[in-house]
Every structure is written in structure tokens, then in C-alpha cells.
């Protein structure tokens, strides 16, 4: 008689995985992991990166790829490009709270400090994921032409910031794609020249280099401009890979009510003297003739841009309750929602720190989005070439 196959310790990314999967083909659980099985089990068929690309045009929209997931922060970047079809080879992430949530989502501690990390450590890649914090360069007048005849003259100019650690990977190890992902300031930061040294050094190294600010409200009800810069190696993909940002979600995004819980923990209402503390703040700014204050939310629309900074006070996101109640701040499970997070995946850390890993991640339903777009190239290469791998198809 057949066994009946039981998953134990399976990390949740997974087990979200198999459920929507076996749903979208409608089979039980059972059926799908036996037929799973029974494809991995088939040796004729294509390997990741060892086949000859044979039944790909069968499915353009379709490629087998693998990723490392660069300050991984508890994994946006990772749910999203897995969701695409991508596999993890690789994460590098060193604080000790996110390393935890990575664990408990995916199964795997990242590696730590990207400073200390010797590139060739890294498994060869297809594409390179990195939500990279943004520094400041401190540089006068860069121009392709002043650098020109010098190798890599504007990785110089980044010596020392992280940006450089990440142009240093991707010099060694040379993966085909990268997507990279940080705050829309990036392009206005230091009178614009941090982008362009960022710019600059990319296509130094190679990589035809497409950007877009994205605002997440048209994901999640949350306003979060970002910016993602889309590279592919010309030496693999040519000079002009079809690439192009999604467009809009046809589906409208749910609004800030749609995500809140039932019955929130009184300890997330505001205490008098906080909220008496706010609403001075506002007025002594609104005085002075600027703007900033708190953000009270209507419950029909979205929020402002969650920060890391959201466990001090709240202020940026409140959520006015009904009668004479304080507003209150969001839960660490409401915060997850409004950065587009299933609920499956556990909270395991404490408040502020689970406030902080939300406020620093990605929206993962807009990072599939131009992971989708990201695979698009990837098939259209492949099936191109013939060849069913990026790694090996690079010469
Ligand atoms: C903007 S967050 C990226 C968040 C991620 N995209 C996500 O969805 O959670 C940047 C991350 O880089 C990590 N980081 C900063 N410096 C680092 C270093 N030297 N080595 C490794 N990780 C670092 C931070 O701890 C932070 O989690």
C-alpha cells in the first residue's frame, strides 16, 4: 500500500508555498507532494542549470532560476522572487533579531557582517538580490569621462560604504541579474550624485541598468515609495534585454480597514500623556508654519510610509478608535499586513523588533511584480539560447 507522506519542520515559506500551489491546481495535499516527487524523481527531465533548455519555449513565461538574498532582513525580497519561481542559494543578513524571523520563515540562518564575507564564498548565482542600506558618498564632480582609462574608477569613489561590498560580489561572482532595492531618496541624496556614482559603477561593471520609483499603495494601503534598480549583464543578455517595470494592478489594493485585527491589545492605545504630547508637537509645528505631525489614518484609505522608527511613538501610522478613546498604534501582526506579509508567518520576535524588521523590508507583493517582469528576460533569453542556464550560458 502507498504511504501517506506527513510534512514535519517544514519552514512556513514552504508550507505557504505547497498550499498555494496544490490550490491553484486543485489536488490535496497528498497528490501534489507525490507528484512533486514523482517530477523530481524523473531523470529526463531538465535540470536547473545543467539542461539544454529542451520544452522551455513550452512555458516563456516560465524559467528556472537561483538567487542570494542580500541584507536579507527577514526575506521580502526572498517570498517574492520564490513566488516567481526562484530558488535560495544564499542570504546575508547580520542582525541577530532578523536572523531569527529568517530562520523560523526559511529554515536557514543568513551569513553576517557582508564586510567580512569573501565573495567567493557565495554560490554562484543567477540573479543577486540586495535591499541595500544607502550611504553617502562623499565625491565632487563624477563623470564617465573623468573615469575614463581608469579601471573601475567610480568603485573607487565608494570605497568604504556597503555599496561597495555589494559592486565587489557582483564583480567576482558576476551574476546575470540584479535587483536592487532602496528608499526613493536614493536619486535625490547628495544633490544627485550618489544615484549616479550607483549608476555609474553598475554599467562600469557591465550591466545594462533599468530604475523606477514604485509607490506600494497600489499593493498594499500603505504609501511607500521605492526605488528598484533592475540590472542584467550585457555579456549575457545583450545590449537591449526587453525589460519593463510592471504596470499597475488591475485588482484594487484593500484599504487600512481591510487589515486591522478584531480585537487589538489595550496596550497598543495611546496613553493620555503620549497623545497630549503629540498633538502639541503638531500644533507647535503647524505654528511654525510646516506641516509634520502625526498621521491619523482614515480607516478607508492608507497610511503614510511605515519607518523602522515606528516602535518609538507610533506617531507616523494611529488608528482612531470609536468613543472617547485614544488612537492607537498598529499591531506588529497589522504592521506585517500592511507591508503585505501572510499572516502564516510567525511573529516570533518582540514588538519593537518586529516593528523594526517590518518598517526596514520590502512590500513582497511589489517586489513579485517586478520579479515576474525579472523572469520574463530570463525566459526569453534562455529560450533563445537554447540553453536552460543563465550560470553556465555566460561566456
Ligand atoms: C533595508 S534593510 C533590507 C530589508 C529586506 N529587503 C527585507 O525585506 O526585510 C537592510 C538590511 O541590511 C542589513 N545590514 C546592514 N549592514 C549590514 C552588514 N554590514 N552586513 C550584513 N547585513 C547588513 C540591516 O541589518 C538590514 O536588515
Redesign the pocket.
Known sequence: MAKQILIRNVPASLQQWIERERKQRVMSQQQFLVQLLRDASDTSQMSLFEGNGAGLQERPDWAPFSFVDL???????RIAFERAGGRCVGS????KH?QRTYQEWFGEKPL????KLNPKDLPDHDVMLA?F?CQPFSIAGVSKKNSLGREHGFRDKTQGT?FYNLATIAEIKRPPVMVL?NVKNLLSHDKGKTWQVIKLTLEELGYRVFHKVIDGADYVPQHRKRIFIVCFDQRVFGDDPPFEFPEKPETKPPVIKDILEKNPDPKYTLSDHLWKYLQDYAQSHREKGNGFGFGLVDLNGRSRTLSARYYKDGSEILIPQKGKKNPRRLTPREAARLMGFDDSLPIVVSDTQAYR?FG???IPPVAEAVAKQVVAVISWKVARTGNGCLIKGRN
Open positions: 541584507f536579507s532582513g527577514i526575506g521580502g525580497f546575508v543578513e547580520w542582525d532578523a553576517g557582517d557582508i564586510r535591499g542600506p556597503l532595492e524588521q526596514n523590508a520590502i
